[in-house]
């Protein structure tokens, strides 16, 4: 079930945000917002931003990546180093009316949209800045990682060297931390009036996030860090095995009940109970079960290896233990899950085709909330001017005339 | 700058949220609600739930997991299978006021406490189930990212296998999602006067996360996923170096100009002319770079062991290339940067120590959200039961004598 886009009924049904962004994190608090109901009319350079061709590719080269993170936004193209250009950009923020005057965007302290700038013309606007280094210096989230101590605690133990994550992690949470901030600080001005003027650092996301889940603090406190733990969880029983025809598994026993289940179901009870009374450790605690890991791990691993992955699977999916099949993205895609799930429908959009699309991941009254495709660059531009600021035709042609809006690209 | 804890200034002043939860997602959800404002009353059973001894621990066994996880938050302990438990439970979250009726879970679908049955004491309650899979199977960020397809395309190019990743994204990811899908709820209560019934799957998380960056896409539309690339960027031109001196540096060049000045400071303008020419390709476009990274990196690494880590430093901070020295969170800590990070404040938590901990990533109008210590398990019973509910002494020792309210503990 789909809820109308732009609907009443979504949550931030009568929001219209402007979005001046580019990359990832900005772009993933656009769409977020839109999602949930906000009108967002993303504005960029003509031409486009440096994003606009990013890869993933089509063979025709249309920007998989670019659509993806840009769907259900209208799209003005304005020459952003023009005066009236700037100056409609401003009148965009600031129109009049209670869902309006929200800027987010990733482009750095320009003073003719700088947070005073607009909330001289009106005084309760919200804006958020996303920078890379606090200082206003640029970072991406590889960067970033770099610096923090992630790519040191990753990957195998005996590989000699660093592992970057492939997935944009602090990207990500900082797209989400974005539309939090924006969403939270719409409800402090329909209560209190009070714009705001939100900065949030990529570099600020990821060290906060790592203090918060305890990597800076047990350096603080303990002394250390946590030592690298190749695939195995840390703190608790959890590690991938491999199957007698090569197939992987993920296993993660977190509870007694789990761990009691995993070794049943590995025929391991005897040996694990006389390893226990050797060692002098209890497997009734977490702890304990970390602690050895390597020796559990060896005994678990010549059930894997004497088993095929669907006797593996049966016996798992018979038992509470938490497990997965590792899988491909090609394999997911392949497996019939996305047609089964009903976060996902079909999106026709131009120039890149037909395909399965996610909503956001939550459920509004068991509703999933997704977009239209993204629109071509520049499409909307004639029809918000008209809409929000109230142009006629002259004063648009005036604007195409000069250069200063861009054209809707010929179909 | 720091704004006194639940002050009318932030954004979600006013609201108060019951948290029943364990283990990331959901408690970061409450933490990041709580930075925001909103007075976050966490319910335990007695004696804590599965997640109070996680690690890191502290020499003396104090969880910095859960004291990170759980700071500003008020505290009960109850019994949750005794009708008189549930039934307070059920009462804090229905009590009357607009900024009442809203709980957080990762429990499951308790009949007891479900949004039905809470929907029948207080019509607009807004309640939020964090789910494993979707059909309510439990899951954790490991399982959901076997399943996914990152640990396929993660580590070294040469390594056979999979490689997990060790920051928990995906609990991160849930986490804010639920933090913004809760705003965003309380934003439509206070207009339109509905409530919620929001339900976030892990699982559906990662796979909306993978679907919007592209990564199921491009199976869907191109027929083929990403190959793995080690720790090269994909679809622009990033990777690491290692100095003389074996010090590493993430390099990314994301742009012609930062590209242009990479060969610049590494001196190789002319060979990467000349390998241009040959290859017929064209370094200004970002797919050239990407495409040729190999033979690129093998001409940019010699400058890099040529050199040790300060002078590569210098030539990389005095040009626009994104870089960063990797490092351990042990040097992140021992830096100093944490305590010339204004994101950062001395916390003095007890059973822990004093540390610097991190406010939310987001700074409002230049002020840092942040909170005081987490509390002492089931400190806060008889205080928020006598304050949210009205009880009166006698009523309160009547639960503790009965054991259904956990005592405070003893200091």
């Known amino acids: 079930m789909t809820a109308p886009e732009h609907s009443s009924d979504r949550p931030l049904a009568g929001l219209r945000i402007v979005e001046i962004s580019s990359f990832v994190a900005s772009p993933l608090c656009g769409l977020t917002l839109c999602q949930l109901g906000a009108e967002v009319i993303r504005i960029d350079p003509l031409g486009g931003a440096a994003d606009t061709g990013r890869w993933p590719l089509t063979g025709t080269g249309a920007s998989i990546y670019w659509t993806g993170l840009n769907r259900g936004k209208r799209s003005i193209g304005l020459d952003l180093r023009s005066e009236s250009g700037q100056d409609i950009v401003r009148r965009l923020v600031t129109a009049p009316g209670p869902g309006n005057g929200i800027l987010v965007t990733n482009t750095g302290g320009r003073a003719w949209m700088s947070h005073d700038t607009l909330c001289a013309l009106r005084s309760d606007v919200i804006t958020l800045e996303l920078l890379g280094r606090r200082d206003g210096r640029p970072a991406v989230d590889y960067t970033v990682n770099a610096a923090l101590g992630f790519p040191q605690i990753t990957g195998p133990s005996d590989h000699d060297g660093v592992v970057n994550h492939v997935l944009p992690a602090w990207d990500i949470a900082a797209g989400l931390h974005a539309a939090l901030a924006i969403t939270a600080a719409v409800h402090r001005r329909a209560t209190t009036g009070a714009g705001s003027h939100i900065v949030l650092p990529l570099e600020d996301v990821a060290l906060a996030t790592a203090g918060t889940l305890g990597y800076l603090t047990e350096v603080q406190v303990n002394g250390t860090g946590r030592p690298a733990t190749g695939n195995d969880v840390y703190g608790t029983y959890g590690t991938d095995f491999v199957t007698a025809d090569g197939v992987r598994f993920m296993v993660v026993a977190l509870t007694s009940r789990h761990f009691r289940d995993l070794t049943a179901l590995t025929g391991t009870q005897e040996t694990?109970?006389?390893?226990?009374?050797?060692?002098?450790?209890?497997?009734?605690?977490?702890?304990?079960?970390?602690?050895?890991?390597?020796?559990?791990?060896?005994?678990?691993?010549?059930?894997?290896?004497?088993?095929?992955?669907?006797?593996?699977?049966?016996?798992?999916?018979?038992?509470?233990?938490?497990?997965?099949?590792?899988?491909?993205?090609?394999?997911?895609?392949?497996?019939?899950?996305?047609?089964?799930?009903?976060?996902?429908?079909?999106?026709?959009?131009?120039?890149?085709?037909?395909?399965?699309?996610?909503?956001?991941?939550?459920?509004?009254?068991?509703?999933?909330?997704?977009?239209?495709?993204?629109?071509?660059?520049?499409?909307?531009?004639?029809?918000?001017?008209?809409?929000?600021?109230?142009?006629?035709?002259?004063?648009?042609?005036a604007l195409t005339d000069t250069g200063v809006l861009a054209e809707p690209p010929r179909s």
Chains 1, 2 share one sequence.
């Open 272 to 397: 694990v109970a006389a390893l226990e009374t050797a060692l002098g450790a209890d497997f009734g605690r977490e702890s304990d079960r970390f602690e050895h890991r390597d020796l559990l791990t060896a005994l678990f691993a010549r059930w894997f290896r004497s088993h095929d992955a669907d006797e593996a699977g049966r016996a798992l999916a018979g038992s509470s233990v938490l497990h997965e099949r590792y899988r491909t993205f090609e394999q997911v895609v392949r497996s019939g899950d996305l047609e089964r799930n009903p976060l996902f429908a079909t999106l026709s959009q131009p120039r890149i085709g037909e395909y399965l699309a996610a909503a956001m991941p939550a459920s509004f009254d068991g509703v999933h909330l997704r977009t239209g495709p993204a629109a071509d660059l520049g499409s909307d531009g004639r029809e918000v001017l008209r809409e929000v600021l109230a142009l006629d035709d002259a004063e648009i042609a």
